[in-house]
């Protein structure tokens, strides 16, 4: 897991107007909430600057992240930001608290691999990935910081769907606990232009 560090400072003010003058002094108003229940939602504000930085690796969505507030150190993901359309300005991010006992859904990346030693690719088949995430449900000691898709037994014109990522015990996908149904594509093997002609 990547180690982020989000340094928070407590808020009061709320509403439009509040989160426009945070926003106009380089800040991006946020909610914490979630965790045990005893603690209650807190808004916040984080440095604008940082969190664009932190957003730049792509591991800060599918990662367990150390929020700073008020001397305090808690561990959180990210489960919404809303970004400018087209400054580099985040407008509002949500951080929930975890738990070692409380399971998370989170989003973390597909990796595809062996596609190279496949019976697909030395009939010239080329892969092409409709989906590089995935929303996964574990408990934080079980978040892995990618799944992946093992291509090495790929067939011409193969589709590949959730059910052929390998997962980590303790890691469900979600669509998959609604049934069958949603064992959405992921990828799939096809026959370039030329190729088979070529045969």
């Known amino acids: 897991m990547s180690n982020f560090v989000v340094n928070a400072v407590a808020r009061e003010d709320e509403g439009k107007?509040?989160?426009?003058?945070?926003?106009?002094e380089g800040l991006v108003p946020g909610?914490?909430?979630?965790?045990?229940?005893?603690?209650?939602?807190?808004?916040?504000?984080?440095?604008?600057?940082?969190?664009?930085?932190m957003l730049a690796d792509n591991t800060f969505f599918s990662s367990i992240l150390t929020l700073k507030l008020d001397d305090k150190e808690e561990?959180?993901?990210?489960?919404d930001l809303q970004r400018h359309p087209s400054k580099p300005t985040v407008l509002h991010a949500d951080f929930q608290r975890i738990t070692k006992t409380n399971k998370i859904k989170i989003t973390v990346p597909i990796s595809f691999a062996g596609f190279e030693k496949s019976?697909?690719?030395?009939?010239?088949?080329?892969?092409?990935?409709e989906k590089n995430t995935v929303e996964i449900l574990c408990l934080p000691s079980d978040l892995p910081e990618s799944v992946?898709?093992?291509?090495?037994a790929c067939q011409s014109d193969q589709v590949?769907?959730?059910?052929?990522?390998?997962?980590?015990?303790?890691?469900?996908?979600?669509?998959?606990?609604?049934?069958?149904d949603h064992d959405q594509g992921i990828g799939y093997v096809y026959a370039p232009r030329g190729a088979r002609a070529a045969k």
């Open 17 to 24: 107007g509040a989160s426009r003058r945070l926003r106009r």
């Open 31 to 53: 909610i914490l909430y979630g965790g045990d229940k005893r603690k209650k939602p807190a808004a916040i504000s984080v440095q604008n600057n940082e969190l664009v930085k």
């Open 75 to 79: 561990q959180v993901i990210i489960k």
């Open 119 to 129: 019976a697909a690719s030395k009939a010239a088949c080329k892969f092409a990935a």
């Open 148 to 152: 992946e898709v093992n291509l090495s």
């Open 160 to 180: 590949l769907h959730l059910s052929d990522i390998s997962l980590p015990a303790g890691v469900e996908i979600v669509a998959l606990r609604r049934g069958e």
